[in-house]
Every structure is written in C-alpha cells, then in structure tokens.
C-alpha cells in the first residue's frame, strides 16, 4: 500500500485566497484524522471522521475551516478565505478504528499564507 | 479525557550515550500508549505501542519503552544513540472505549551529538 498520500505537498497563497488540502487514506481503514502542526502549538487535532461520518470538529480552529469526506477514499480539508496566522503544516492521517490500533500519517502540507 | 506529558522540549546526547525520552500521561481508564519519531519534512512514523500484555515494548531502530502503571509513565530509551536518532519523538495515548483518537504530547526534539 502507498500509505497515506497528501497533496500538494507544498502551498503557498494569499491571504484572502481559498485553500483546499486533500487526503487519501490507506484503503480500508475506518477513521480519518486531520491534524495542524505548528511551532507554538505543536500538534493538534481539528476533525476526525467515522466511517466518512464527522465525529468530532471540535479542534477546528473557526468557521473559515470546513472538512469533507464524500467517500472512504477521499477528504479535503478547506479554509476559506485564509490568514497568515493559518501558515502551518497540515497531516492527514488513518487507522483501522480507534483505541488499540496506531494512526498513519501521510507526510503532510505545508501551507504558508503572505 | 486523556492527556500526555513529555518533560523537556529538547534533549541532547552524545553519539554512544544513553537516550531517555520522558512522557507521563493521565487517563481515567486503562490507556494504550504509543511512541512516533518525526524526521524532518516528514510526517510521523510509529516506533512503537503499548496495547496489553508484556510492559516491556520494543520498538524499531533499537527502541524501547516500558509502561509503568503506578507511575503513569511511558518512557523511551535506546541504550546507544546513533547520529540517525535525531529527530522529533512525540508521546501518545488512547483508550480502547469511547470514541476518542489518538491525544499527542508536545514533543521532544533529539539531538545527537557527534
């Protein structure tokens, strides 16, 4: 299996501008995550998914972020309209359910917004 | 709800040294924990976890880590650091009921000095 795959690997964008990442989880698992990763706050999650179903988006940061998982091989996550305080990088990241089995990260989007 | 520790943001070794990374974590139910390596401009990578059974958990690339109930702790250790150690090692924990992902530490970047 290829893993989790992210794209684009790399964007950079103008504040205002829409922004949308993308996602492919490893074939089969159940639970999809999206996480930020910034210096200051280090890890954190924004919104997992169930079975394509939103469990908790609690972590979203505002209503600018929305995410989608139309079906179990696919999910994006959109800002719109972006800020500079959103330059992070964004993991997509899968596993089979949750508890006793590990989450697959792919190897992330780095977003800077000037 | 579920929360890790890890003390020190940065640890430094020397190339042959001992590696400890600390991490603590607090849960309410029985936890199961987990060990990621973040190498840079890449997404994280299990080294290792803890589920049941034998406390004593080994890991790739020579790791171990021992769960230690009575001082919630879940620390890693490598007996020899090697200069392809250096990286970011984040600490995390999950339990088998509710609904919950995977909760992260902050990391602790390792440095290994030649």
């Known amino acids: 299996d290829a893993g989790v795959i992210q794209s684009p690997r790399h964007e950079v964008t103008e504040m205002g501008q829409e922004v949308t990442l993308r996602c492919k989880p490893i074939?089969?698992?159940?639970?999809l995550f999206w996480y930020r990763q910034t210096m200051m706050r280090g890890l954190e999650l924004l919104i997992y998914?169930?079975?394509?179903?939103?469990?908790?988006d609690s972590g979203m940061p505002e209503d600018r972020f929305s995410a989608k998982m139309p079906n179990a091989s696919f999910s994006t996550l959109k800002i719109q309209p972006s800020e500079p305080r959103d330059s992070a990088v964004y993991f997509c990241?899968?596993?089979?359910?949750?508890?006793?089995?590990?989450?697959?990260f792919g190897q992330g989007t780095r977003l800077t917004v000037v | 709800a579920q929360s890790v520790t890890q003390l020190g943001s940065h640890v430094s070794v020397s190339e042959g040294a001992l590696v400890l990374l600390r991490c603590n974590y607090s849960?309410?139910?029985?936890?199961?924990l987990f060990w990621y390596v973040q190498y840079p401009n890449q997404g994280l990578q299990l080294l290792l976890k803890?589920?049941?059974?034998?406390?004593l958990v080994k890991g790739i690339n020579g790791f171990e880590a021992e769960f230690k109930k009575s001082e919630t702790s879940f620390h890693l250790t490598k007996p020899s650091a090697h200069m392809s150690d250096a990286a970011e090692y984040f600490c995390?924990?999950?339990?088998?009921?509710?609904?919950?992902?995977?909760?992260f530490g902050k990391g602790t970047r390792l440095s290994v000095i030649a």
């Open positions: 849960s309410s139910v029985p936890p199961y």
């Open positions: 995390a924990v999950s339990v088998i009921s509710g609904n919950t992902p995977l909760v």
């Open positions: 990241a899968s596993s089979l359910g949750q508890g006793t089995t590990e989450a697959f």
């Open positions: 074939s089969g698992h159940n639970s």
């Open positions: 998914f169930n079975n394509n179903v939103p469990i908790d």
């Open positions: 803890y589920t049941t059974g034998a406390t």
